[in-house]
């Protein structure tokens, strides 16, 4: 079956610091790979995605390369921001059909 | 432009009573979407529904209905609420089935069932 595994949280790092979350998924044939932002009391937002092998999705200075290799699909983020505190998911769309499979969330906490 | 909107936002029941929660969209998606999170679980899918009077199940559905009498609405239904059953519930659309579409969310309905 499909399933998409992220790194465990909660995340805290410090302003500036480099930001990487892992996330690592199962699935048949060419699966639709996404990153949602979830900011406290919202609803999640799509932050970027990647829809085919070597693609790299990237918004608001975040980045993730669609790795089939390794079926993985990591974030990334140089310098993060108090801002970017929040709750992150992976999540992927099998081929073929608009039904997300979502990890379980890493909550992400940057202190000034 | 209101986009997908949720009501009610907060709601308390009790074990057995029946609670329906309302979603609706104005760019006139095709798709929508039920999802509930859970800690640790992340988004599960519930009910998903193509168009107008098609829906179909999702991973969780036991326990909720839905329909769908218009593009616009997508209401879901816990016919009798059980604890298990507390939860922020998720709606979600989409343009397109293709996979490679992107959903967007409402921002969710918190409810606890005591």
């Known amino acids: 079956g499909n399933s998409v595994t992220q790194m465990e949280g909660p995340v805290t790092l410090s302003e500036e610091a480099f930001l990487t979350i892992n996330c690592t998924y199962t699935?048949?044939?060419?699966?639709?790979l996404f990153w949602y932002v979830q900011y406290p009391g919202e609803g999640l937002q799509l932050l970027l995605k990647?829809?085919?092998?070597?693609d790299k999705g990237s918004n608001k200075g975040f980045e993730a390369t669609y790795r089939k290799e390794t079926t993985s699909f990591h974030l990334e983020k140089g310098s993060v921001q108090v801002s970017d505190s929040a709750v992150y998911f992976c999540?992927?769309?099998?081929?073929?059909?608009?039904?997300?499979?979502f990890g379980q969330g890493t909550r992400l906490t940057i202190n000034p | 432009d209101a986009g997908i909107t949720q009501s009610p936002r907060y709601k308390i029941t009790e074990t057995g009573r029946q609670v329906t929660l309302m979603c609706h969209q104005t760019?006139?998606?095709?798709?929508m979407f039920w999802y509930r999170q859970d800690l640790g679980h992340g988004l599960r899918l519930i009910y998903y529904?193509?168009?107008?009077?098609?829906?179909d199940k999702g991973e969780v559905p036991d326990g909720y209905v839905v329909s769908r009498s218009k593009t616009e609405n997508f209401p879901l239904t816990l016919e009798s609420a059980t604890r298990s059953q507390t939860s922020v519930y998720f709606c979600?659309?989409?343009?397109?089935?293709?996979?490679?579409?992107?959903?967007?969310f409402g921002p969710g309905t918190r409810l606890t069932v005591l």
């Open positions: 990647a829809t085919k092998a070597d």
């Open positions: 760019w006139s998606h095709s798709y």
């Open positions: 979600a659309s989409s343009r397109d089935y293709a996979s490679t579409d992107t959903q967007y």
């Open positions: 999540a992927l769309s099998p081929q073929g059909a608009q039904k997300l499979v």
């Open positions: 529904s193509a168009a107008a009077d098609i829906t």
């Open positions: 699935a048949t044939g060419y699966p639709s």
